[in-house]
């Protein structure tokens, strides 16, 4: 099982990153995938995640109306549509799964089955 996420980076505030994590070794279509953080110092914290048949989706409060979830089963990925990004949005992104097939509730970091390596993405006021 990977999940592997990548379109990290450095961006000016109010600049937009599209984040991509790539799944594979397991039936992505079944499960719900979300975003964590984390920025230094700080714990890991929930940003977005969607349902395995995207019926669903959550955000974070800090994060409405800017970040968007979405995937595209077919190609195996989720995507993060960060907009309007603040420096307060800095930190290490990270796709995780969900251990239950077929949930539509929002994914919390103790249902995680597998997690990602991390993308950075930093931004500068």
């Known amino acids: 099982v990977q999940l592997v996420e990548s379109g990290g980076g450095l961006v000016q505030a109010g600049g937009s990153l599209r984040l991509s994590c790539a799944a594979s070794?397991?039936?992505?279509?079944?499960?719900?995938i979300g975003w964590f953080r984390q920025a230094p110092g700080k714990e890991r914290e929930f940003v977005a995640s969607?349902?395995?048949?995207?019926?669903?989706?959550y955000h974070a409060d800090s994060v409405k109306g800017r970040f968007t979830v979405s995937r595209d089963n077919a190609k195996s990925t989720v995507y993060l549509h960060m907009n309007n990004l603040k420096p307060e949005d800095t930190a290490v992104y990270y796709c995780?799964?969900?251990?239950?097939?077929?949930?539509?509730?929002?994914?919390?970091?103790?249902?995680?089955?597998?997690w990602g390596q991390g993308t950075q993405v930093t931004v500068s006021s």
């Open positions: 070794g397991f039936s992505v279509d079944h499960y719900a």
């Open positions: 995780a799964a969900d251990r239950a097939m077929l949930s539509t509730f929002k994914l919390r970091q103790g249902s995680v089955a597998y």
């Open positions: 969607i349902s395995w048949n995207a019926t669903k989706t």
